[in-house]
């Protein structure tokens, strides 16, 4: 997760909104290193856990459940 | 002297707080890059992003980080920043 | 000519007791006499009214003119010709202190003194006073940068570390400025040097920040050029930190020290090397992890999403053992120049222990310690991990005796880690894991375990007896993960 951070924060450094999609296990550690990277505002979102023991309809499922939620994200100022 | 402060140095990196500012949010139907961090299953779950960021107008295009355990090496970034107007990566569990 | 009698003196030395109202009387007179005292200024103060002094001495600040002149002991007095010393005497000697108050013209009143009388130690002489003036000067010359942190007097300065969350679960040694200007004083570098950029967070770790968490974490000073190359070699981006604090895998990093400067600062390369008991070899282990934890920033349950971790994680660091060895240090094997000290960084699991107790041949004894690298994460799991082997010198006569090099076991060991692809697909044994059954066209085809024979790195250590071996299973291996990197610790000296 923590790699995919500051991937985000990188692209939004060379001026493209980027939004990274973790698993909620993450949600805590996200907002701290969103903190400490010196970007609380940091665009992410979360899917329920787990995502390795779910089958192929359940993970389209969870697209479908936050597809608005990512372009919100990517589309706020 | 058993009620001297004692000096100690820090040994963290005291850093400042900086507020770096976001970049210009996504307009329109803009073209959109999925990162595939590459842990496993990902690829369902980014396939059916695409599936219907298409439908709601939106060029996508799909990449993947040589792995998950690093950050994304910068001239694979450079090369999605320059063609793409917004980034979604995924899917870290 | 600018002549003057400089005296440096102690508000609790009698010989000082004996000589300053001497001093005071001539200075009083007009002669070109100056008394400064190491004391502090009360202690000074108070000896003045106690000896009824017309002047009370200015002190002597930070000891500046005491270390200038470095006196064994005081009273030292001083003939000085514009801050050059022309001679001196120290304690007290009625004639030579004459002969010399003659030079700068001036009379001393020295009968009612002693004909001889031994001074006493100059503060300078003190270890603590020492200490914190080194440590004061380091401040002012701006080696050390690092902002100070005040712990009360009323707090215990072990419980106030555990507090701040600068710990990892152990005590640490308080990082006072003397302290860290002492492990300092064993790197030529500048302590500002930044050795590498710590993940998650992108900490900067200078030297002196690594010097900082050296303290900490208890290390001999003469260990800290090997925790500085530790850090170097962490850092480097093949060896993919980040990733490593961050995995739910319970791997963390080995510090496998080979060469010459692992023996000097008293290393352990033989028995329980991989056990308690050794100093050196504990801290620098630690010192990296703690720098990990408080230059990166990662913790655990938080950065560090290890599911169980391991007791490694605290420090996992051992030295090679040179004599005997029947290979080239792993250093050297990995490109560190003959005779040289260097490091290598694995990103590994805790050791376990293989037991082959009646090999006598090499090929024998490839085969047993192939069942146990085959067993690394289990036997299901094909080419994702490499492996640290400690071979032991029980172990290792065998190779040594038999001519076997590195490249040779290393080549065997791979040999005979495959197994036929029926065994280890998916649902083998009962197992559901295990290779992908899409990548299995033949049942009898062999997987191998490792990548490559040089995925099996090699090391040698271990007390005399004991016919064991070790490995320290690895984490995601290659290019998608973490790879072993390898520093001299020359650049650190």
């Not at chain 2, 496993?40 to 996508?60: C, I, M, N, S, T």
Request: aromatic share 4%; charged share 25%.
């Amino acid at each position: 997760m923590s790699c995919g951070l500051r991937d985000v924060l990188e692209f939004e450094r060379v001026g493209k909104p980027a939004v990274l999609v973790a698993s909620d296990v993450f949600t805590g550690a996200a907002d701290k290193q969103a903190r400490m990277l010196g970007q609380p505002a940091a665009r992410r979102a979360f899917v329920p856990h787990p995502v390795q023991d779910r089958t192929d309809d359940e993970l389209r499922e969870l697209a479908r459940s936050i597809v608005d939620e990512l372009v919100a994200a990517l589309a706020r100022a | 002297m058993a009620l001297e402060n004692l000096e100690i140095l820090d040994p963290t990196p005291e850093r400042a707080a900086a507020g770096l500012p976001l970049a210009a949010p996504m307009r329109g139907e803009a073209r959109i890059a999925l990162v595939d961090i590459r842990k496993p299953r990902g690829d369902v779950f980014l396939d059916e992003l695409e599936r219907l960021l298409a439908q709601k107008g939106h060029a996508v295009e799909r990449t993947m980080k040589p792995t998950f355990t690093k950050p994304a090496p910068a001239d694979v970034r450079r090369e999605i920043a320059a063609r793409c107007d917004a980034i979604i990566e995924a899917l870290a569990d | 000519m600018a002549l003057e009698l400089v005296a440096l003196v102690k508000h609790d030395c009698p010989v000082c007791d004996q000589l300053l109202p001497v001093l005071d009387a001539a200075a009083a007179g007009g002669a070109p006499v100056r008394v400064l005292s190491q004391s502090d200024a009360e202690e000074t103060a108070g000896q003045a009214a106690r000896l009824g002094l017309s002047f009370v001495p200015p002190l002597d600040d930070e000891l500046a003119l005491s270390q200038r002149y470095d006196p064994d002991a005081v009273p030292a007095l001083l003939l000085l010709d514009g801050g050059v010393e022309q001679g001196r005497v120290e304690g007290i000697d009625r004639g030579r202190l004459a002969e010399l108050a003659a030079q700068a013209g001036v009379t001393l009143e020295l009968d009612a003194l002693p004909e001889r009388r031994p001074g006493c130690a100059s503060l300078t002489r003190d270890p603590r006073v020492a200490a914190s003036l080194a440590a004061r000067a380091a401040r002012r010359e701006g080696r050390i940068r690092s902002r100070p942190i005040e712990i009360g007097g009323l707090e215990d300065p072990f419980e106030a570390l555990f507090d701040r969350g600068l710990t990892d679960g152990l005590p640490v040694v308080p990082p006072t400025p003397e302290r860290v200007v002492a492990m300092l004083e064993h790197t030529s570098r500048d302590p500002g040097d930044v050795v590498g950029i710590v993940p998650p967070y992108d900490g900067e770790a200078t030297v002196e920040k690594v010097a900082i968490n050296a303290v900490m974490a208890g290390a001999p000073p003469a260990a800290l050029p090997v925790v500085l190359a530790a850090v170097e070699a962490a850092c480097a981006p093949e060896f993919a930190l980040h990733g490593l604090v961050a995995t739910t895998y319970p791997a963390g990093p080995t510090v496998v020290v080979s060469g010459p400067y692992a023996q000097e600062i008293g290393m352990n390369a033989g028995g329980n090397c991989l056990g308690q008991g050794n100093r050196a070899n504990l801290t620098i282990g630690r010192g990296l992890q703690l720098v990990v934890r408080n230059v990166g920033g990662g913790r655990p349950q938080e950065e560090d999403r290890a599911t169980h971790g391991q007791m490694g994680k605290v420090g996992s660091c051992f030295a090679e053992l040179a004599d005997g060895a029947p290979w080239e240090p792993l250093a050297q094997a990995r490109g560190v120049a003959a005779g040289e000290t260097g490091v290598t960084l694995m990103a590994t699991e805790a050791p376990r222990a293989i037991v082959d107790q009646l090999a006598r041949d090499p090929d024998g004894l490839c085969a047993s310690l192939a069942l146990a690298l085959e067993s690394v994460a289990t036997p299901k799991q094909r080419l994702a991990f490499d492996a640290l082997l400690v071979v032991g010198p029980e172990h290792g006569r065998v190779f040594r005796e038999a001519g076997w090099d590195r490249a040779q076991v290393q080549a065997k060991l791979h040999e005979l880690t495959h197994r036929r692809a029926g065994d280890v697909v998916r649902g083998a044994l009962g197992s559901p894991e295990g290779v992908d059954p899409r990548f299995v066209t033949d049942p009898e085809m062999p997987v191998a375990k490792f990548a490559a024979a040089e995925r099996i790195l090699l090391a040698y250590a271990g007390g005399d007896a004991g016919l064991f071996s070790m490995v320290f299973g690895g984490w995601a291996s290659g290019e998608i993960g973490s790879a072993p990197v390898t520093r001299s610790i020359e650049p650190w000296r």
